[in-house]
């Protein structure tokens, strides 16, 4: 008898491992016969999750102006925090960041305007 439960188990194992593997055989050929006629056709690239709605955020239009509100309802934020409700500091603080973006804006509007005048005298024009 000991014998037939070493039998048992090993005729066991084998039959189960043939089923598994029929039954694993047939389900990859129909996974390739889907990816075959997935691969016909163009990859889309979905992403999902937290990334994927901060790119889709990125690329709209609304991106801009709410980075914009962001920034200056934080910088405003940070300086009522440094002047501790100090209102005449506040404000001084405040200009003073005014008069900073000020200049940084016209320095680059000239940096950059002067970069395309150049490159528009360069190309040959179109006039004969």
């Given at each position: 008898?000991?014998?037939?439960?070493?039998?048992?188990?090993?005729?066991?194992?084998?039959?189960?491992?043939?089923?598994?593997?029929?039954?694993?055989?047939?389900?990859?050929n129909?996974?390739?016969?889907?990816?075959?006629?997935?691969?016909?056709t163009?990859?889309?690239?979905e992403?999902?999750?937290?990334?994927?709605?901060?790119?889709?955020?990125?690329?709209?239009?609304?991106?801009?102006?709410?980075?914009?509100?962001?920034?200056?309802?934080?910088?405003?934020?940070?300086?009522?925090?440094?002047?501790?409700?100090?209102y005449?500091?506040?404000?001084?603080?405040?200009?003073?960041?005014?008069l900073?973006?000020?200049?940084?804006?016209?320095v680059?509007?000239?940096?950059?305007?002067?970069?395309?005048?150049?490159?528009s005298?360069?190309?040959?024009?179109?006039?004969?």
């Amino acid at each position: 008898m000991a014998n037939t439960g070493r039998s048992r188990s090993s005729s066991s194992s084998r039959g189960g491992s043939k089923k598994t593997s029929s039954r694993s055989g047939t389900r990859s050929n129909s996974g390739r016969k889907t990816t075959s006629s997935r691969s016909r056709t163009a990859p889309v690239k979905e992403e999902s999750g937290f990334a994927g709605v901060i790119n889709k955020f990125a690329a709209s239009k609304a991106a801009m102006p709410v980075i914009f509100l962001g920034v200056v309802i934080l910088i405003v934020g940070l300086d009522l925090l440094i002047s501790w409700n100090k209102y005449e500091m506040f404000f001084k603080i405040l200009g003073i960041e005014l008069l900073i973006a000020a200049l940084v804006w016209g320095v680059m509007t000239m940096v950059f305007s002067g970069k395309k005048n150049k490159d528009s005298d360069n190309e040959p024009s179109d006039e004969v």
